[in-house]
């Protein structure tokens, strides 16, 4: 069973995202901030972080560099779900290095796609050097 961190600030889309995961056997823990998200990656140790660009504190975009550039934490994928739809927003999170990209609003089918493709895909740092 693959282990998924989503955080995410807002408490209905936190909701949302552990009942459809979870719904679809994976194993769901949550935070509502970049920082609380980086002390639960180290006690849960996720196969997958589901992230939100705009939290309070560390933005999604730093939360994914740290993760990244920790050599403990770097082959932890990282899909971002955000109402950020723009370019520039999708080009500054694979600059972090995301595995993945989605805005919301999404479908369940959107989602479950996203996330299987993130978890089935070589390692971006190893793609990239």
Do not use: W
Request: hydrophobic content about 40%; proline content about 3%; aromatic content about 6%.
């Amino acid at each position: 069973m693959n282990r998924v961190l989503v955080i995410d600030d807002e408490e209905d889309i936190r909701n949302l995202l552990q009942t459809i995961l979870t719904g679809n056997g994976f194993e769901v823990f949550t935070a509502k901030s970049g920082e609380e998200g980086l002390i639960k990656v180290d006690e849960v140790h996720p196969d997958l972080v589901v992230l939100d660009v705009v939290l309070p504190g560390l933005s999604g975009y730093e939360v994914c560099r740290l993760l990244k550039h920790k050599s403990s934490t770097r082959g932890i994928k990282v899909l971002f779900v955000t109402a950020l739809g723009r370019e520039v927003d999708r080009r500054y999170a694979f600059e972090a290095g995301c595995d993945g990209y989605i805005t919301k609003p999404f479908t369940v089918a959107e989602l479950l796609t996203a996330v299987d493709e993130v978890l089935r895909s070589p390692d971006q740092l190893a793609t990239n050097t």
